[in-house]
């Protein structure tokens, strides 16, 4: 009795000095209050916010003073959910479209910060209404109206309007970027007369050569022809507006050699940076973002006379163009129903495989401008990556470096497959593996330091501490924290040393060889198969004019980009995606203003 007393009175005085520290409830808890939020891309407590309240417990502002989520993808919702939240005093905001693991790192930052204020959190998890006014209905013009904000669709935007046009872009989502800004950031470009060229070894016909093979000699010669054959000059244009550039070239996944570039900025934010800079500094070129285009029209001369869109507030935007429509609304690799209807390669493309790409990534354009008569090929071509993350399927935490300088390994401590293979092989040698799940490994050879970054932004130290990725300063360590057989891990390795010595081609054929993994500390990161590149879509010539079922041009109307088929045939070289965009959106705002 005594006992219970005594413990009685030390829960008594607990509970008062708790009552002393937190405010009690009807008191304010005016003040800045400071907390964060886990982000599958940043990792623990990528995103820090300051929250002001006032003395009535309002949300008064909040300051996200860290982000590590990756720049230009989080932007919108940096912009968005603090602004939204204390608008509507509430944390059950909607997530940004595009940003959404952003987007919740910083509600939980926010609740994670009025808990610290000692608020009752249930009091801001209030239903959000809002209140969506109908705008009227507007009528615009253009010389150029193109549909979608990606890396064609902003390619052709800026060549257009150098060309002289007017231009409109329609863009549904409420930023630019499409899956471009998403992107690795390689990009395959040959200068026949570099000396990187010849070191390498390269050229512009290997190019073409290499692209025809890669996709089974199914792409159009011309096209191909094309694509390799402008694709230095696009570079040498994107830095004349500004891009940057590092310097010399590497083999990305599936690229087969080294003739990718990369950008300065990460992953697919430079190209945006430079659009958006010529666009935001010129007249009569703008994006209309949060306006999905529904529609392609046809005068009745049977030329193409505009676009018929959705305005965020549910109104209807007209446009008309005076030369040309430019469907720019990359793949359907979003779109389960599209691909699983359409795909001639995989045994499924059901909602169990994840994707790497953007949620606008749903086939928009195809379906618009088969309306008006364009012919559809390859569109059973899809090409899944052996490189998504476990959880999300997207790219985002890929700890490779460059494919000379790292391994794939099984749940059983095996290799299984040539590493430098095409990305059909290499996906097809996944789905054979124990759970479809690997690991890729590498050493200091890729992360001389821990804060080394990936092409994603993401430093293998941040990989490691998000639970993302495992480290061991020994192989037998690294092949504990993996959880695989630790004997088969040193086999592995120690056989793929002896190849990187002799260089002459393993039992699996790889010949792509720089370093031998033998620096520690060792980094493994796990990847499932994803779905990435719908290579179908809609026929183009190479002055990027679309043909109907006839093989005739059909007046007015232009496509770039991931919405075409017929260049990669049934497997893109890594790299190539975005040659792609920036040789045909380029050709496709030249054709349109000048209306050809
Ligand atoms: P690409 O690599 O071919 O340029 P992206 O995926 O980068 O393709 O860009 C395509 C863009 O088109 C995305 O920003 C996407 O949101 C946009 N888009 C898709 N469908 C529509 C539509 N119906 N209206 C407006 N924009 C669209």
Redesign the pocket.
């Known amino acids: 009795m005594q006992k219970l007393n005594r413990n009685m009175a030390l829960l008594l005085s607990l509970l008062m000095m708790l009552t002393l520290c937190l405010p009690a409830a009807g008191f304010a808890a005016a003040g800045v209050y400071e907390g964060s939020g886990d982000s599958l891309i940043g990792g623990v407590d990528a995103i820090t916010v300051q929250v002001t309240l006032d003395e009535a417990d309002a949300i008064i502002g909040i300051e996200v003073i860290l982000n590590n989520d990756t720049p230009g993808i989080s932007d919108p919702a940096i912009a968005g959910i603090p602004a939204a939240i204390v608008e509507y005093q509430s944390i059950e905001v909607d997530a940004i479209a595009g940003a959404t693991m952003t987007s919740d790192a910083i509600v939980a930052a926010v609740e994670a910060a009025l808990v610290a204020a000692g608020v009752n959190v249930d009091n801001y998890k209030v239903e959000v209404v809002k209140e969506v006014v109908k705008e009227a209905d507007v009528e615009m013009e253009a010389d150029v109206v193109i549909?979608?904000?990606?890396?064609?669709?902003l390619a052709a935007a800026v060549t257009a309007h150098q060309n002289g046009a007017s231009v409109i872009v329609?863009?549904?989502?409420n930023k630019?970027?499409?899956?471009?800004?998403l992107a690795g950031g390689a990009l395959n470009a040959v200068d026949d007369r570099s000396e990187v060229a010849v070191a390498n070894d390269d050229s512009v016909e290997w190019h073409y050569t290499q692209t025809m093979n890669g996709g089974d000699n199914e792409g159009d010669t011309l096209l191909v022809h094309t694509l390799v054959s402008n694709a230095w000059d696009g570079v040498q244009w994107l830095k004349e507006l500004g891009m940057g550039f590092q310097e010399g070239t590497f083999t990305v996944t599936g690229g087969m050699w080294p003739r990718a570039h990369k950008p300065s900025d990460p992953v697919g934010t430079g190209f945006f940076k430079t659009y958006m800079n010529y666009i935001d500094n010129n007249e009569n070129i703008e994006v209309m973002l949060n306006?999905?285009?529904?529609e392609i029209t046809v005068d009745a001369d049977g030329r193409i006379g505009g676009v018929i869109?959705t305005g965020e507030t549910g109104n209807t935007i007209a446009v008309k163009a005076n030369n040309g429509v430019i469907v720019?609304?990359?793949?359907f690799a979003k779109n389960v129903e599209m691909r699983v209807e359409h795909n001639t390669i995989w045994a499924d493309l059901g909602e169990s495989v994840l994707s790497t790409n953007?949620t606008?990534?749903?086939g928009?354009?195809i379906v618009?401008a088969e309306a008006v008569g364009a012919n559809l090929v390859q569109m059973g071509n899809i090409q899944l990556l052996p490189l998504g993350d476990p959880v999300t399927g997207s790219l985002s935490g890929n700890i490779e470096q460059d494919v000379e300088k790292r391994i794939f390994i099984n749940k059983e401590g095996n290799r299984f497959v040539d590493e430098g293979e095409r990305r059909d092989v290499m996906t097809s040698a996944l789905f054979e593996q124990t759970d479809n799940y690997m690991w890729i490994v590498v050493d200091s050879h890729s992360y001389p330091t821990g804060d080394v970054k990936n092409n994603f932004n993401e430093s293998a130290d941040e990989l490691v501490a998000a639970g993302r990725a495992v480290k061991g300063e020994t192989i037998e360590e690294l092949a504990e924290n993996m959880g695989v057989p630790v004997e088969n891990l040193v086999a592995a390795v120690e056989d793929f040393n002896a190849h990187v010595e002799t260089k002459e081609a393993d039992a699996f054929g790889r010949t792509l060889y720089s370093e031998k993994l033998d620096m520690g500390p060792f980094y493994a990161g796990a990847r499932v198969p994803t779905v990435h590149h719908t290579m179908g879509g809609i026929q183009i010539n190479v002055d990027a004019q679309v043909l109907n079922v006839n093989g005739d041009v059909i007046p007015g109307l232009y496509a770039?980009?991931?919405?075409t088929g017929g260049i990669h045939g049934t497997n893109r070289l890594g790299g190539n995606?975005l040659t792609d965009?920036l040789v045909f959106?380029r050709i496709a705002g030249e054709s349109a203003a000048e209306s050809k």
């Open positions: 549909i979608g904000a990606g890396g064609a669709g329609l863009e549904k989502l630019v970027g499409g899956n471009t800004i306006t999905t285009a529904d869109a720019a609304t990359g793949g953007h606008g990534a749903t928009d354009g618009m770039a980009g991931e919405v995606a965009i959106g």
